[in-house]
Every structure is written in C-alpha cells, then in structure tokens.
C-alpha cells in the first residue's frame, strides 16, 4: 500500500513557474514508477509526465515538453514536477500516481493516486 500527498499548487500569473511535491508513505518508494497527470475542468484526466524508478527515464506530454520537468529523490520518498513558463491551458487539478513495473503514459495502469493538487494560471 502506497499513499500519495501532493503539495505546490497555487495561483500564478502567466509565465511563471510552480514546484509540485508528492510524497509518498512506505519503504518501497524506490520500486515504483512516477506519474504525474492533470484534469482541467469539464476534461478527462491526462498524462502529463512519468519516470522510472530509478530516476533515469522520464517521459512526457507534447504539451509540456520542454517546459516541465520532473524528477524523483528516493531517500527522501519525494517526487517533483518543476513547471515553468507556465500558461492558462495549464490549469488543472494535478495529480501524482504510483505504479509497478515501467513507467508508463496510461493512467489506467497506475495502482495508487494523490488527492491531487490545484493549479490555477492567470492570464
């Protein structure tokens, strides 16, 4: 079992940048594969990025390539998702998810999830 707790989320003007924490509980962290997803409003829940275990592949959305970047500390159970230049189409509830085996882009893959987290980018 797995529990997931993000933090970060806020308000922030176009632009701007934002750093979403997800800690998780037990002494496995380190065995499963990251993902982070976001739902805006009225929207089905997307991928927006992933990494493995190890920390070595990262995968991420078209959207956010080049923009965000995520990455895992497994001594402290902590995975990030940096965002930058963030925009208004960014806005969503993100979420942190927790799987075995590979990192993958399919949400119904993952075993565990987060509250999530809301994001809100101002125009």
């Known amino acids: 079992q797995v529990q997931l707790v993000e933090s970060g989320g806020g308000l922030v003007q176009a632009g701007g940048s934002l750093r979403l924490s997800c800690e998780a509980s037990g002494r496995t962290f380190s065995s499963y594969a990251m993902g982070w997803f976001r739902q805006a409003p009225g929207k089905e829940r997307e991928f927006v990025t992933a990494?493995?275990?190890?920390?070595?592949?990262?995968y991420y959305a078209d959207s956010v390539k080049g923009r965000f970047t995520i990455s895992r500390d497994n001594a402290k159970n902590t995975v990030y998702l940096q965002m930058n230049s963030l925009k208004p189409e960014d806005t969503a509830v993100y979420y942190c998810?927790?799987?075995?085996?590979?990192?993958?882009?399919?949400?119904?893959?993952?075993?565990?999830w987060g509250q999530g987290t809301q994001v809100t980018v101002s125009s």
């Open positions: 998810a927790a799987k075995t085996g590979v990192s993958s882009r399919l949400l119904y893959e993952y075993d565990y």
């Open positions: 990494i493995s275990w190890s920390g070595g592949r990262t």
